[in-house]
């Protein structure tokens, strides 16, 4: 979150910094829904006499920032969306991709653990990470496919694609 947070400084003093679209607000919306609605459930949870271990005490703050890193990522997606896209904005929306499955993923975890969402469809949480995990992969791969281009001295250094 730090690394994306000085990215984001960088972008905004160089005047590349986007803005949130609408369809981005439409994403964030529900996710902050959902960790507002966590948060309460937590707190009533303490309030009725539960004791939270170490492993959850840990866990708490996991969501919020993963709803902050979204909002990084897709203003870093934005920004460089807007400076021409490109090998570096494949890379910010790998990592936009990723995160919003991570959090899809917790929110179906919750969902099943507080009753809302039955077992049979509970299975539709499980297949989530795997694309996840190719996304936070495919990420770095388009970070370095973006550092060859730029050393290669080849005039499509970065294509608009």
């Not at 990723?98 to 539709?124: D, E, H, K, M």
Request: hydrophobic letters at 55%; glycine letters at 10%.
């Amino acid at each position: 979150m730090a690394g994306l947070w000085l990215v984001l400084r960088v972008y905004r003093r160089a005047g590349f910094l986007a803005r949130f679209t609408a369809r981005d607000w439409l994403l964030l919306a529900p996710f902050a829904a959902f960790v507002i609605r966590e948060g309460t459930d937590v707190v009533a949870a303490i309030n009725h006499g539960r004791r939270l271990g170490s492993a959850e005490l840990l866990h708490l703050p996991v969501d919020p920032l993963l709803l902050v890193l979204l909002g990084e990522a897709l203003l870093l997606f934005r920004s460089v969306r807007m400076m021409g896209g490109g090998w570096i904005g494949k890379c910010y929306a790998a990592f936009s991709a990723g995160i919003f499955l991570v959090l899809l993923g917790n929110a179906a975890i919750w969902a099943t653990a507080w009753g809302y969402l039955p077992w049979p469809w509970s299975a539709l949480g499980w297949y989530v990470w795997i694309p996840a995990a190719g996304a936070f992969a495919l990420g770095p791969a388009y970070q370095l496919e973006a550092m060859q281009h730029a050393t290669s001295g080849h005039p499509r250094a970065y294509p608009a694609t």
